[in-house]
């Protein structure tokens, strides 16, 4: 992990976990656009480009996911009528990336100096099934085909 990669953003960090890898810029607190502007609180907004599709359904849902998460972890009422603007760039996705870009923004986050009620940090696990020994192993480790082909 590399944290303050980017010049003009509050934070950053770029992490690689085995061969995925995510680049994460805070932008913010700054004043609130008028239709996001929350009175007693920060606006928390979560922009993920992918880097090798179109930006989809399932990168829509991870970023409500990394919405969700972060607006529990941030002390959203010390910044009211604000805006804290985090932008994921997927580098490289071969798994894991939900927790990568999750620990990756908590690095952020850090780098920036937002005041958090506590650190987020994830880890992820897939189960597999060993035909031959008609079993499930659960994998830390895995790769994105691994990760498709899971049980759970």
Known sequence: AETGVLNRADGSCRLTLGKTSVLVGIFGPVDSKTKTELQDR??????FQSRAEATGPVHRE?????????????????????QITITIQELNDDGRLLATCINA??????????????????TSAILTDIESEKQSQLMVSYTKDQENLARA
């Open 62 to 82: 991870m970023e409500e996911i990394l919405q969700q998460t972060f607006e529990s972890a941030v002390l959203v009422t010390q910044f009211p009528r604000t």
């Open 105 to 122: 923004i908590t690095l952020a986050l850090t780098d920036a100096g937002v005041p958090l009620k506590t650190l987020v940090v994830a």
């Open 42 to 47: 920060t606006y928390l907004q979560v922009n």
